[in-house]
Nanobody, 119 residues
C-alpha cells in the first residue's frame, strides 16, 4: 500500500496550489479519501474528505469556499485544489485512505507534503 503526496511548495498569500495523492496497492474506489494537515506545534487536523464514489464531500470550516477536494478513479489519484491561500494554511498536508467493512478497518497514510504560505 502506498499513498504518495505531491504538489506542495512555497506560495505567497492569495496564491494557489494543487496537491495530488497517488494511491496504489489497494482498491482505491472502495475507500473514503481525506486530506489532513499538521502545522508546527499543533495537532493534526481534518481538512477535507470525499466519499468512495466521489459524490459527497465535506470540508473544515477554515477551508470552505477556498479548497476543493476531488478524485480520479481512472488514475487512482485524489486532489486538493487550494485557492486564496493564507499564512495559516502553512502545514504538512497528509493524504488518508479509510475503509470499514463490518468490524475490519483499513486506515492508510501518506508521508506528507509541505505547504508554506508567505505573507
Amino acid at each position: 500500500v502506498q499513498l504518495l503526496e505531491s504538489g506542495g511548495g512555497l506560495v505567497q498569500a492569495g496564491g494557489s496550489l494543487r496537491l495530488s495523492c497517488a494511491a496504489s496497492g489497494f482498491t482505491f474506489s472502495s475507500y473514503i479519501m481525506s486530506w489532513y494537515r499538521q502545522a508546527p506545534g499543533k495537532e493534526r487536523e481534518f481538512v477535507a474528505t470525499i466519499s468512495s464514489n466521489g459524490a459527497e464531500t465535506n470540508y473544515a470550516d477554515s477551508v470552505k469556499g477556498r479548497f476543493t477536494i476531488s478524485r480520479d478513479a481512472a488514475r487512482n489519484t485524489m486532489y486538493l485544489q487550494m485557492n486564496s491561500l493564507k499564512p495559516e494554511d502553512t502545514a504538512v498536508y497528509y493524504c488518508n485512505a479509510y475503509r470499514q467493512l463490518l468490524l475490519r478497518k483499513n486506515d492508510y497514510w501518506g508521508q506528507g507534503t509541505q505547504v508554506t504560505v508567505s505573507s
